[in-house]
């Protein structure tokens, strides 16, 4: 945003393209900066998915780029791996928080930028070096590791003799999300110290847009939870290269090797682990809660429904989040009585999201509803965030949670409500605010198409993951070819595939209309929704210091539709009572 | 683009949307009263109360899932733009409370309702007299140990485990309790009576998982780990590892046989000659 | 914060080119001056507050470890405190003195005490860091090492991981001594350092009793 010598916030970008594009301080570069760091994430993790998927429906088939032509056991689980791990950091916790947040929280609380831009053009370049040192992992003497994205010890401690990508491919993993957590405190603490201090005046707290809400608190659980994981990996780095014992045992006999360390507990690297975890996942989804409620209130021409009591449960889950890391490790060995405190917990916390969910019905209950893709995305988030969650409910009770844990049952329940659900959100946010960042506006029938496939398509992908759960699938699992009962679920395996295949298809209209419309969209006005917010009040293209020297005077809550007597059906926030026209 | 006058998009997306919310609600309903796949029936008592609970749950949630998934479809359908005005409304505080309760009692109380279920798994032993066999999760087979006719488990030691020459284990060659114990690859028990076993693990976290018995626990290197149940229906059931260990996750398969207290009486015997033999 | 002569006195390099940027109203300043940007000073106190609620995160798991290893692990053998260490929080504790001191009289505009004290702080920071040097010297003369025993690798880790914190702090304390500030104020400069100061210094105790009392 700046050079050395001219001060932070006048009006003129810097001159010279690698200040400009590549190490810009500008927080709407670098949200850019993030959002494709999270594309290239997420087409990487989609092939990954596909590759899966053809592996599992038919097992020999050949697939370009393995050895052999197949799948191997190993390459399976190195894929499942890499899946996870780029999906749930890469993507799931930038886009929404970093990518989406940087652009736009800066601007709806009528601030010229972030409060710490140099720090914020930082945790950029961290996050990029960290991504690069993740899929190194892939090009090393072993590959990739095989433990999963969550890495249990002692199989993630022990080092290469507990299987191939467990050498070096483990380490760089640990080295990589050790970096990532770097990245994302220094992002947290920008987020934070920028909706504290720099809000404009007149917009108190509870005139912040929900998408504000949404992430401070993101980043205030970002701010507690990354340090733990750091924490983690330093310690499973020095157990794998400095003989430590923090979560190997004693007399661990491994590929026939009896291992030296003593008296670690791999039960440490699970507490440790979900203590980051748990709150990892509403880091995944509230910033989406929070550009739902958003969308919905625009395309309904109504206040969201209920905005204290939307602000109270955004809150209550992020305090509860740190409180429910338990139900991750029911049969862990962990005492029983520890697991019926995080089962209550836990069905406490499912309570606000319920909450949400009632008022998200409630902002559509007499409303106007336009059907834009935005908002057709907004509203299929509603749904799979209902299903996702009730499954929830089940996973949530120890009893019910021992038969169903490690099956396909979580992976279904944990794809709808993040690698689904939360994805509609950040489509969502795609689809309404294409136009302010980039002048042009995406193509409304490619929206569509897009939807209405995506749509159908990850419900025929991940509810028939529940009936696999039931039957009692294990997660993780290369092959089926040994266990017996597994036989019949072929069928299912197959109809998930090419589920999954038709989706990842139609993502191809998503990538073209973001992509070709930046430059040849039809020409965006200031404000194509018609929106309350800040955003909405600045020009297209957004000045480099967002208003132009002219910071605005907040008067009224983020969502004024349709008030009484008004003459539009829009009130912005900036607008001064007197100025507001009169029906 | 939104603008005030009505609108000149179609019903079509309203209605095609309610039609699709509906589809995807009757067909989770088909599948899930209909059992296409489902759990096997649970051969234990506590089983029962698993599945007891897991009723109950389904019920609660289903009702909650079919009218969510209802509401929206409706409002979707009943409040497209064809011209009326939005109602303005910040929202509704009695509203708010009542379904916060409700949610929050309902939740809740399965929570409670599911610890009895989860009590009769993990708080307590079991009866004195409980046939214990010893279950060893190992990159990737299972071993289990039973204590031979002197009752006792001989001493484990990882220096001695040698699975080349038949100690998988590491039994101590020095300790007189373990030459009685036989260790098998495949899970041998009696029917109708209170069976404990002792969960352990050589090398990483596996996972023992019996379907059937309702049974899943993790077993975790450096820790000894007892679940008791008791079988009431002769069969094979398979065992598979439910936590992931490695390579050969996928294949770490072991059976488990539930005889007739002659038959499994018959068994141990001829497993205790063969021990004695291949002692001298 | 201050608002006397002498404080602008401090303030070395003044905005380039460009003339007074547009100010940036949010809420009510206190009068104190924005340096050259439109970015309010209090951010920057915002800004510590927040960064060490995550120090203390990362710090807190590493404690949390600590007390669970210890409790589980069969093998846990006390290792003998360096004796140094009881002069290094001495240290420590003085260089939180010394480091007030500078701040009453940066306050009080006297800018020749103010350099001398705060100074004085930033070797007290180095002599402290190389008493954690000769405290590791010591854990191994008592064979101690990293992996010799759990109890033994968290002295090294917490000791490890709080020294590089402290780093930090006396880059920090270098910083301002050099006298040059680019967007921070001398007043927001001097006040965040020493609240990251006091917070190493503090860090520093709970770890010492944690690892004293816990070993």
Redesign the interface.
Same mark, same amino acid.
Do not use: C
């Given at each position: 945003m700046s050079s050395?010598?001219?001060?932070?916030? #006048?009006s003129e970008a810097p001159k010279g393209w690698i200040r400009h594009y590549i190490f810009s301080l500008d927080h709407k570069i670098i949200g850019t900066q993030y959002i494709l760091l999270g594309l290239s994430a997420v087409t990487i993790g989609v092939i990954l998915s596909v590759i899966m998927r053809i592996h599992l429906a038919w097992p020999n088939v050949h697939i370009w780029g393995f050895a052999n032509g197949v799948v191997s056991?190993?390459d399976y689980?190195r894929v499942i791996t890499m899946h996870g791990t780029l999906m749930v950091f890469f993507v799931l916790t930038t886009v929404p928080q970093s990518g989406f947040g940087n652009y736009f929280l800066p601007i709806q609380i009528g601030?010229?930028?972030m !409060?710490?831009p140099t720090l914020n053009m930082l945790s950029f370049w961290l996050t990029f070096v960290s991504m690069l040192v993740l899929l190194s992992s892939a090009f090393v003497p072993g590959g990739s590791p095989?433990?999963?994205w969550t890495a %249990?010890a002692?199989?993630s401690a +022990?080092g290469e003799i507990?299987? @191939?990508g467990?050498g070096l491919g483990q380490t760089l993993w640990a080295v990589s999300i050790a970096l990532f957590c770097g990245a994302s405190?220094m992002s947290?603490?920008n987020f934070?110290?920028?909706t504290?201090?720099? *809000? !404009?005046?007149g917009l108190s707290l509870m005139r912040m847009p929900l998408t504000v809400w949404g992430w401070f608190i993101t980043a205030s659980l970002a701010?507690?939870?990354?340090? +733990?994981l750091?924490?983690?990996c330093?310690?499973l780095l020095?157990d794998r290269l400095?003989?430590?014992?923090?979560f190997?045992?004693?007399?661990?006999?491994?590929?026939g090797v009896?291992l030296k360390h003593?008296?670690? /507990?791999?039960?440490?690297w699970q507490? $440790?682990f979900w203590?980051f975890g748990h709150p990892e996942v509403y880091i995944a989804i509230l910033p989406a809660m929070g550009i739902i409620s958003h969308v919905l209130s625009?395309?309904? *021409?109504?206040?969201v429904?209920? %905005?204290?009591?939307m602000v109270y449960s955004l809150s209550a889950i992020g305090f509860l989040s740190f409180m429910v890391w338990g139900h991750h490790m029911f049969? /862990?060995?962990m005492n029983?009585?520890s697991?019926?405190t995080f089962?209550?917990l836990?069905?406490?916390i499912?309570?606000p999201s319920?909450?949400k969910?009632?008022?998200w019905?409630?902002t559509?209950?007499?409303?106007?509803? #336009?059907?834009?893709a935005a908002m057709?995305f907004a509203?299929g988030f +509603? /749904?799979l965030f209902?299903?996702g969650g009730? /499954?929830g409910?089940?996973l949530?009770? @120890?009893? $019910?949670d $021992?038969?169903l #844990?490690?099956?396909y049952y979580v992976i279904g329940h944990f794809h709808l409500i993040m690698g689904v659900a939360a994805i509609f959100a950040m489509f969502a946010a795609t689809y309404y605010w294409f136009p302010k960042m980039f002048g042009h506006m995406m193509n409304e029938t490619l929206g569509?198409i897009h939807f209405?496939m995506t749509?159908?398509g990850v419900?025929c992908i991940f509810?028939?993951m529940h %009936?696999?759960g039931?039957?009692?699938d294990? *997660? *993780?699992?290369?092959?089926?070819d040994? +266990? #017996?009962?597994l036989a019949r679920?072929q069928p299912?395996y197959v109809f998930i595939s090419i589920a999954a295949f038709v989706t990842a298809a139609a993502q191809l209209f998503f990538y073209f209309n973001f992509f070709w419309n930046i430059k040849h969209g039809k020409k965006a006005e200031r404000n194509?929704?018609?929106a309350t917010t800040l955003e909405w009040q600045v020009s297209t293209p957004v000045p480099h210091?967002n208003f132009a020297?002219h910071?605005p005077?907040v008067y009224r809550g983020p969502y004024e539709?349709?008030?009484?007597g008004a003459a539009?059906?829009f009130t912005p926030q900036d607008v001064a009572p007197e100025q507001v026209a009169k029906a | 683009m939104v603008s005030r006058k009505s609108s000149a998009g179609s019903s079509a997306p309203a209605v095609l949307l309610s039609i699709v919310i509906l589809i995807l609600v009757g067909s989770t309903l088909y599948f899930h009263i209909a059992k296409t796949w489902w759990f096997p029936a649970a051969i234990t008592p506590v089983g029962s109360q698993i599945d007891q609970q897991f009723f109950v749950t389904f019920i609660l949630t289903g009702i909650v899932f079919v009218l969510a998934q209802l509401a929206l479809a409706w409002m979707v359908f009943r409040y497209r733009d064809h011209g009326q005005k939005a109602r303005f409304v910040r929202g509704n505080h009695t509203l708010e409370v009542v379904w916060t309760t409700a949610t929050l009692v309902i939740f809740v109380g399965l929570g409670v309702m599911a610890a009895h279920a989860w009590g009769e798994v993990h708080f307590g032993g079991p009866q004195p007299g409980a046939l214990q066999v010893e279950v060893t999760g190992v990159q990737f087979v299972w071993n289990f140990r039973y204590p031979g006719p002197d009752g006792k488990f001989g001493r484990i030691d990882p220096k001695d485990i040698d699975a080349s020459t038949g100690n998988p284990l590491g039994l101590d060659p020095n300790d007189p309790a373990g030459k009685d114990d036989i260790v098998t690859g495949d899970l041998y028990l009696p029917v109708g009576r209170e069976i404990e076993l002792m969960l352990r693990s050589q090398d990483v976290i596996h996972s023992f998982f019996v379907r059937e018995l309702r049974v899943k626990q993790d077993t975790v290197p450096g820790l000894v780990i007892p679940v008791h149940f008791t079988v009431t229906k002769i069969g094979d059931y398979e065992i598979t590892c439910n936590q992931l260990c490695g390579l050969g996750h996928y294949h770490m398969h072991a059976m488990l046989h539930v005889l007739s207290d002659a038959d499994f009486q018959q068994w141990e015997q001829k497993q205790e000659a063969q021990n004695a033999q291949a002692g001298q | 914060m201050p608002h006397t002569s002498t404080t602008e006195e401090l303030e070395i390099i003044e905005a380039g080119g460009g003339g007074k940027p547009p100010s940036f109203p949010g809420r009510d300043d206190d009068g104190s001056p924005s340096g050259r940007s439109g970015i309010p000073q209090r951010v920057y106190v915002t800004g510590i507050a927040i960064g060490m609620g995550a120090i203390l995160m990362f710090f807190m798991a590493f404690a949390s470890a600590f007390i669970v290893r210890k409790g589980v692990g069969s093998d846990w053998q006390a290792f003998p405190m360096p004796r140094i260490l009881w002069l290094n929080t001495l240290i420590l504790l003085a260089s939180s003195v010394t480091i007030v001191r500078a701040r009453h009289f940066f306050a009080r505009g006297d800018r020749e005490s103010f350099r001398h004290w705060w100074t004085v702080t930033t070797i007290l920071g180095f002599l402290f860091l190389a008493g954690q040097l000769i405290a590791w010297r010591q854990m191994v003369i008592s064979g101690f090492y990293l992996a010799t025993n759990a109890s033994g690798s968290f002295f090294y880790v917490l000791t490890a991981a709080h020294g590089l914190h402290l780093l930090g702090g006396i880059v920090a304390l270098l910083y301002v001594g050099r006298g040059k500030l680019r967007r921070l104020t001398f007043a927001t400069a001097t006040e965040i350092t020493s609240v990251y100061w006091h917070f190493m210094d503090g860090l520093w105790v709970f770890l010492f009793l944690l690892l004293l009392l816990g070993r």
């Open positions: 050395h010598a001219s001060p932070v916030h #006048h056991p190993e689980l601030a010229p930028d !409060a710490f095989i433990s999963g %249990y002692p199989l +022990v507990a299987g @191939p467990q405190l947290a603490i934070l110290g920028t504290i201090d720099l *809000r !404009a005046k701010l507690l939870a990354f340090g +733990v750091l924490a983690a330093i310690l020095l400095a003989m430590t014992s923090f190997i045992p004693g007399g661990e006999m491994v590929s009896l003593a008296g670690g /507990s791999p039960l440490l507490h $440790l203590f625009t395309f309904s *021409r109504k206040p429904f209920g %905005y204290k009591a049969i /862990s060995g029983p009585y697991a019926l089962s209550i836990t069905l406490v499912g309570v319920a909450i969910t009632f008022n019905l409630g559509l209950w007499g409303a106007r509803i #336009h059907f834009t057709l509203i +509603v /749904s209902v299903t009730l /499954s409910i089940f949530a009770q @120890p009893a $019910l $021992l038969y #844990h490690d099956t569509k209405w749509f159908v419900y509810m028939p %009936y696999l039931y039957a009692g294990p *997660r *993780r699992y290369a092959l089926t040994s +266990v #017996h009962y679920l299912v194509p929704w018609r210091d020297g910071y005077t539709y349709s008030v009484p539009e059906d | - | -």
